[in-house]
């Protein structure tokens, strides 16, 4: 049976959760499980409203739970399908036991994260607690600042989840409701170009060929787990980034919309610069300006790759730069942030080693405001022209009361 097509302008005003919506069914994916949960539910809404208008051939399936939703989507994947999905916060926390089957198993299956706090206390809002919460299960993730790039990087991350000498799942994250729900222009692409960049999908180890019996989710106790958990990690490590990369090059060509694992911005002579994701790097590229017609050299850096986390990448972006601050959009429940753990791992060996700062910010969706970055910038300079940290190596910003520091 043909599916119709929908003309799509050279720019539609798309929020986040519509662009990935739209991507997923210029993808025709085979089979979508889904449970609702905010602020993630207008994706697989939308993509079955699409499937209910004969837009797309395939099975939309309601479960009972993200944790079922995600089982869905490894069976189907194990049988030989495109298959994806979407999630937020608690139902993310769900399916966390899932995920580790989903990436133990080889299955390129592609689930939407749009970011929210994790409870207690509940909270809707978006922070990037969950993300941070799958950055060990084994997932390739990417980082989606607007609903453009919510919309682009959802077809990178088929070409490279099903690339065969990958075969490992991936998240497509956004922030929740300032990417999720916030519109913007979207350039996009003809279905054809679109499903075309894409490609045929092409199963492997199936268990649909009976001609090629294979078995899935076997258990190997201390025989042989150790080997395939290496393989596993050695695949992320070692072939993931590559395949990012000639993903990003093929797109540009194709849209003239560049990618980089790590995104710099007025990084050539910097002297202090923020680290961060999400929507986060925008305010803050605005604020580095700013900071530069005051006499600051601020720049910023946006990781764009999560997972594999690109430890050489960063290091290089951040060469030259004498201060740094890591934005973590998550609690570090005892312990110093992720993002401020990784940096600080991927600066060890180098033989430049800068002052290097944590903040922890945003939780629950508080925002973080231009003053915010602007004192913070100035805390980095200040940091500069002392030649140490002169504040609490790590604390909060925007956090109502005392001042909080844990470090």
């Known amino acids: 049976m043909a599916f119709d097509k929908i003309e799509l302008k050279d720019i539609e005003v798309w929020d986040g959760n519509f662009a ?41 399936v309601m479960v009972e739970s993200e944790h079922a939703a995600m089982s869905g989507c490894i069976g189907a994947a194990a049988a030989g399908g495109r298959v994806a999905t979407a999630t937020s916060s608690q ?113 492997m180890n199936d268990m649909l060929d009976f001609e090629h019996p294979v078995t899935h989710g076997v258990q190997t106790e201390e025989d042989w787990h150790f080997e395939h958990k290496a393989r596993q990690h050695n695949d992320m ?38 680290v961060c994701m999400g929507t986060s790097v925008e305010t803050a590229r605005e604020v580095a300006l700013e900071m530069r017609e005051k006499g600051i050299k601020a720049g910023v850096v946006g990781i764009r790759v999560v997972r594999p986390f690109p430890f050489f990448e960063i290091a290089e972006a951040l060469k030259g730069v004498n201060a740094i601050a890591a934005l973590d959009r998550s609690a570090p429940g005892g312990a110093p942030g992720m993002l401020f753990n990784e940096l600080a791992g991927c600066l060890f060996n180098q033989a430049e080693r800068p002052l290097l700062s944590g903040y922890v910010y945003g939780l629950g969706g508080r925002d973080l405001t231009k003053k915010h970055l602007v004192d913070l910038y100035t805390e980095l300079q200040a940091n500069v022209d002392a030649g140490k940290v002169t504040t609490q190596l790590q604390q909060f910003i925007g956090v109502r009361g005392p001042k909080l520091a844990f470090l």
């Open 237 to 274: 490590m070692t072939k993931v980034m590559p395949k990012i990369q000639t993903a990003f090059d093929e797109f540009e060509k194709l849209t003239g919309r560049k990618y980089n694992i790590v995104e710099r911005y007025d990084m050539d002579d910097a002297d202090v610069c923020v």
């Open 20 to 60: 990935a919506a739209q991507a997923l069914r210029q993808c025709q994916i085979d089979v979508v499980a889904a449970y609702p949960i905010t602020p993630s539910t207008p994706i697989v809404e939308g993509y079955a409203k699409f499937l209910a208008d004969n837009y797309v051939e395939g099975e939309f």
């Open 91 to 203: 139902g993310f926390a769900l399916m966390v036991e899932t995920l580790y089957q989903a990436s133990g198993m080889r299955l390129p299956i592609i689930l939407n994260v749009v970011n929210r706090a994790l409870a207690a206390p509940l909270n809707v809002n978006g922070d990037h607690s969950d993300m941070y919460l799958g950055r060990d299960s084994g997932w390739i993730q990417f980082d989606s600042y607007s609903p453009q790039e919510a919309y682009d990087l959802n077809f990178i991350a088929f070409k490279v989840a099903e690339d065969h000498d990958v075969r490992l799942p991936a998240m497509v994250h956004q922030d929740g409701f300032m990417t999720s729900h916030t519109a913007q222009g979207v350039h996009t692409m003809s279905d054809d170009v679109a499903y075309s960049f894409v490609g045929d999908f092409k199963p």
